[in-house]
Nanobody, 114 residues
Framework: VQLQASGGGLVQAGGSLRLSCAAS????????MGWYRQAPGIQRELVAT???????NYADSAKGRFTISRDNAKNTIYLQMNSLKPEDTAVYYC?????????WGQGTQVTVSS
């Protein structure tokens, strides 16, 4: 399984970005897909996950501002990020998981200026 993340960039506080993560390869039985982020000097942390078709889970910092979604036809997940804050600055990674293994994308940088 290969994951290609995109959509990061530089945005002012209060702005929006939409991240995409496209999967290729054998993605059969993948049942958990999510976004994580890692800021310098900080451990990688969960941002949001989608389990199965519609069960979503968000970090407290993301609730009400971020929305995770999936497009099965395109084997892609998205993270719509609104009302961005400087503390959202990090490298964002997508992760796909199934029983027996997990796969990470390469990361996309999000920088929010104040």
């Amino acid at each position: 399984v290969q994951l290609q993340a995109s959509g990061g960039g530089l945005v002012q506080a209060g702005g929006s970005l939409r991240l995409s993560c496209a999967a290729s390869g054998n993605i059969g039985s993948i049942n958990i897909m999510g976004w994580y982020r890692q800021a310098p000097g900080i451990q990688r942390e969960l941002v949001a996950t989608v389990i199965g078709i519609r069960i979503t889970n968000y970090a407290d910092s993301a609730k009400g501002r971020f929305t995770i979604s999936r497009d099965n036809a395109k084997n892609t997940i998205y993270l719509q990020m609104n009302s961005l804050k400087p503390e959202d600055t990090a490298v964002y990674y997508c992760k796909f998981s199934r029983r027996g293994g997990s796969y990470w994308g390469q990361g996309t940088q999000v920088t929010v200026s104040s």
